[in-house]
């Protein structure tokens, strides 16, 4: 029992010395956990859990002001991480010659992106445009053979 008050006041001071390191802001998720945790301090029996969040945010500014890590800052050890690396998936879809997907594929200097191009479906229909001869255009006045730049 005193093992997990003292967890629980533990939780209630990491929260507070967050809030006043990160300077978040006192709404939302900051709030949801406040009152769950200040509600199971209260029913076992914690007197004012509130202080405990006060000194650990008034600790967090200080440390902040400080330019200082919090008092809890991982050693050196823990903060390389080793990642077992699994065998590479390859997706399949399209590629292009330099094998990138054509979904990560970047835009060329002179291209648009595909989310800029125009979309297949708000171009006119080739059947309302009807039965035409290859090369005919529906701006035949304007061609450049004509003598129209």
Do not use: C
């Not at 595909?114 to 304007?142: C, I, W, Y």
């Amino acid at each position: 029992m005193e093992k997990e008050k003292a967890e629980l006041i533990k939780k209630i001071y990491d929260l507070g010395f967050e809030v006043g390191f990160k300077n978040h802001s006192e709404i939302g998720w900051v709030l949801r956990e406040y009152n769950t945790l200040v509600e199971h301090a209260n029913k076992l029996g914690i007197k004012s859990p509130e202080t405990h969040y006060h000194d650990g945010k008034l600790n967090g500014k200080k440390s902040r002001d400080k330019g200082t890590d919090s008092p809890r800052a991982p050693e050196k050890a823990d903060l390389v991480n080793k990642i077992n690396v699994s065998e590479m998936k390859i997706e399949h879809g399209e590629t292009e010659e330099s094998g990138v997907l054509h979904s990560q594929r970047k835009p060329g200097l002179n291209e648009f992106p595909d989310l800029v191009k125009q979309a297949g479906n708000t171009e006119m229909p080739e059947l309302l445009g009807g039965f035409k001869p290859p090369g005919s255009s529906r701006f035949r006045h304007r061609r450049k053979d004509k003598g129209y730049p």
